[in-house]
């Protein structure tokens, strides 16, 4: 007695080892790479389900054709095809969600690596040697690396320039009564100010206003700086070049603006009391 096995089409042995091949490598992921057990149900239940529709959906489609006549191979060959129709569509829905997936990771892998160094330049900002004194060459590259962070980086754009200004208030407060000869401002206020002077001003809001108040700015560089609506009360401008600068609706109320260069500047609405 001859034995006859059925025949099983290729699209359907296709089927089957993908089948086993994710089942072994979903095997291999819980075991040596600690995966979620509910990632990998919930995935086997997702590959099951496409499966079946792979294997359900053509033959529903060629079972309501008319077949009367119609040789057994060429059915076989019409399940065939729409087997493969199906499972291109499936398979370019794969790869687009994949391709999201990807663009996520590079994403999120971006945004940790501007997290990295956001937080190394603030470190740097503040760097001091073993007797306190400011290291220059650490702060100046802090301060440059927010600048870049804050360029390539529309969220972490303000709050850099908040951590830029509140540095300066910190370390630049002023001192009362104001000095007739006083030294020269130092480095990293004068990097800041520059930075403040080039920064993009496209991705700040309407509400977000620079607060420089009660700082000491004498003799800053601040050529066709953006200061509209910034807090500059009681601020140092003493031989501050302000030329071209723009001052709109800015708060000067007790600024001190002896021999300041305010040629061009635009202080329509600044509030000087």
């Known amino acids: 007695m001859k034995l006859t096995f059925p025949t099983i089409d290729h699209a359907t042995a296709i089927i089957v080892v993908i089948v086993v091949i994710y089942l072994v490598i979903a095997l291999w992921l819980m075991w040596k790479q600690n995966v979620s057990r509910w990632s990998v149900v919930i995935t086997t239940y997702v590959v099951s389900f496409l499966v079946l529709v792979l294997w359900w959906v053509p033959k529903v489609q060629v079972s309501s054709l008319p077949t009367k006549g119609v040789k057994a191979e060429d059915v076989f060959k019409a399940e065939n095809d729409a087997r493969a129709t199906l499972a291109q569509i499936i398979g370019g829905f794969a790869v687009l969600t994949g391709l999201y997936f990807a663009w996520r990771n590079i994403t999120a892998t971006k945004e940790g690596q501007i997290t990295d160094r956001f937080y190394k330049a603030i470190e740097q900002l503040g760097a001091t040697d073993d007797k306190g004194n400011p290291k220059l060459e650490l702060r100046l590259g802090g301060i440059y690396a927010l600048e870049r962070i804050a360029r390539d980086s529309e969220r972490d754009h303000w709050p850099i320039m908040e951590v830029l200004t509140a540095h300066v208030r910190e370390h630049a407060h002023i001192h009362l009564p104001v000095a007739q000869d006083p030294t020269p401002l130092a480095t990293d206020i004068q990097a800041i100010m520059a930075v403040i002077r080039r920064r993009e001003r496209n991705y700040e809001k309407g509400d977000q206003r620079l607060d420089l108040h ?58 000087r009391l």
């Open 214 to 271: 009660q700082t000491d700015l004498h003799g800053a560089n601040l050529t066709h700086a953006y200061l509209t609506d910034t807090n500059l009360m009681d601020t140092n401008l003493t031989g501050a070049n302000l030329t071209g600068a723009c001052l709109t609706h800015a708060n000067l109320a007790r600024a001190y603006l002896t021999y300041a260069n305010l040629a061009s500047a635009n202080l329509t609405g600044a509030h």
